[in-house]
């Protein structure tokens, strides 16, 4: 069982942008709490927490994973998440169920574009967080323009703890803001060394250090008053005006060091542990009752009914898949029993268990703020709420985006045709974001995710965890073919080879609709040259010629079509006749109507820097697309237009190179356009050469 009460646990999001050191990070907390009898490395394969093959490959996280610590009698839950924005579900998920953020900031960089989205993030959450400038023994690394980022590029008031002695290859330990004091850490025996503040950083530090104290005042008017009559605060008041102001968001704590090398990284868990807000200081979670909108409230408290938020799905091919969630109140043994409140279902489990990188640590009871798994959940996915069956709630889910980039998707193996569609079902349990899809019009399989790299990724696990092995194409756009003119046609049929012949004829009006219409057929006969009987199968007829237009064989949309005259044969005439006869007319009336392709456009939503504005536009502008609109968020700029499916099929990737990774996109079907003439020639020549 767990050993810890809730006021205990400290559930913290390892979060930024990517290389800023994140797992590298948690590697250290494992190593100097402990944990691990040596520090992980992601780039030789070491990592305890990039344990997926993918992961080792690319040397970057791909996927949020979970351990802890113990530290000053606290349990550390640490969920260490993904960089790249290819993966902001995973990051949101993991933001979800944490009770505050540490973000990482490079010392180099200073606050970069994924920084920006993932603070974001923590604003939409309301957490509270610490900030690590780490990577201080790099070269050009700079502790206080980093500083300046935060302050400028995220308009957040952040609050200096400890300052670096040294920079770059000299950088040797921190000076500790809150105790006043040196910490030096010896790689070689693992041991921390405290010291007096050097003479040349006093100034400096007592700078910061009143900078400090003001801040803490100000968390409340009994404190700010004790600082202004004795000029400063006791440790007592320092510790309770730190707790409310990491709390309330009004203190963000920064750190720095270098994680790589354990450099100030003790202070920073010191101050995890003390100041962290834990569960039960977080407070009554909310929800709503099942099946209305009547709100419902938990407490963190173990005599509180059970509930639980199911933030990440495993699919492992040897343990089924893993459900992992986080308790917000009441307890769970392994003899309870689940109750999926979201899906009304109940679900039994025979194990419950810590996941610690891609270990597991049994254990047989969970108390408030716990995060754990259980494995081989039949019917609970990401996003549910797990809760007491007689007291049921469930807890706002974090909806996934929306895929932006799709490939057409096709097993290598024959054989393995019915097993593709099953294998992705079960990445997409593991992660929503990923979508799969049949486009009936050009008969592909479509697999659509966040980015190029969220897709060759998904495509790697398909060989690793289901021995699949498919092949990624870029998808067929799905064009279209209408008419511009109208004609008057006659379709006619007429085969006799001795006995019962067949004979049916048919004069139509052809005309267009306009975009959008569809189609329509009009029985303007009268009288009986057609009988009643034959005039569904001239409908049927022109509906299946409307499948392959006359250009390059994409569907025809827009038309209306009108059954006006014909004539029939007492013996020879059928359905079959008539079906064929209205085909004939049909395809023959479409040329004389002036058929043109259509294609899709999209609604595209494009968030860049200020910087890459003008470039992304023009480059819009090149792609044929038009730009509708323009709004400024925050010091970004988004760009709203239309432009042609057929120009952003690989623009996930163009985007990123264009902008150094700082602008993302969405976009969304919104019409059929007029493809230009010189566009619709090679469409044509295209077509006809793969039929040819």
Known sequence: MSKYESKSIRNMAVVGHGATGKTTLCESLLYLSGKTDRLGRV????????????????????????????WNKCRLNILDTPGDSNFAFDIKSCLRVADGAVVLVDAVGGVEFQTEKVWEYANEFHLPRFVFVNRMDRERADFFNAVKTLNDLLKAKVTVFALPIGKEDSLSGVIDLIGMKTVFYDEQTNTVKQGDIPSDMIQTAQKYREILSEDIAETDDTLMNRYLENGELTPNDMTEGLKKGVLAGSIVPVFCGSALKGIGVHPFLDAIARYFPSPVERGAVYGEKPGSNDEEIRLPEEQSPFSAFVFKTIADPFAGRLTLFRVYSGTLS????????????????????????????????????????????????????????????????????????????????????????????????????????????????????????????????????????????????????????????????????????????????IEPLPRGGGFEFADKIFGGVVPQQYRPAVEKGIVE?????????????????????????????????FKIAASIGFKKGILECQPILLEPIVNIVIEVTDEYMGDVIGDLNSRRGRVLGMDSLGHNQIIKGQVPLAEILKYGSDLRSMTSGRGTFTYTHSHYEEVPSFIAEKIISEAKKSDS
């Open 43 to 70: 780039d030789d394969g070491t990592s305890v927490m990039d344990y997926e093959p993918e992961e080792q490959k690319r040397h970057v996280s791909l996927n949020s994973a979970t351990n802890n610590i113990d």
């Open 334 to 509: 392994v003899d309870q029993g689940l109750y999926n409140a979201s899906k009304m279902t109940t679900e039994r489990i025979s194990n419950i268990f810590f996941l610690e990188g891609k270990n597991q640590k049994p254990t047989d009871r969970l108390v408030p703020g716990d995060i754990a798994a259980v494995a081989k959940l039949k019917e609970t996915t990401t996003g549910d709420t797990l809760s007491a069956e007689k007291f049921p709630i469930i807890y706002k889910k974090v909806t996934p985006q929306i895929p932006v980039t799709s490939f057409a998707v096709e097993a290598k193996s024959r054989g393995d045709e019915d097993k593709l569609s099953m294998s992705i079902n079960k990445l997409i349990d593991e992660d929503p974001t990923l979508s799969f899809t049949r486009n009936d019009q050009t008969k592909e399989m479509i697999l659509s995710g966040m980015g190029q790299v969220h897709i060759e990724v998904a495509v790697e696990k398909l060989k690793r965890k289901f021995g699949l092995e498919v092949t990624l194409k870029t998808p067929k756009v799905p064009y279209r073919e209408t008419i511009k003119g109208k004609t008057k046609v006659q379709g006619r049929y007429k085969k006799q080879s001795g006995g019962r012949g067949q004979f049916g004829d048919t004069w139509l009006e």
């Open 545 to 577: 010629a409307m499948e392959e237009g006359v250009l390059a064989g994409y569907p025809v949309v827009d038309i209306k079509v009108s059954l006006v005259d014909g004539s029939f044969h007492p013996v020879d005439s059928s359905e079959m006749a």
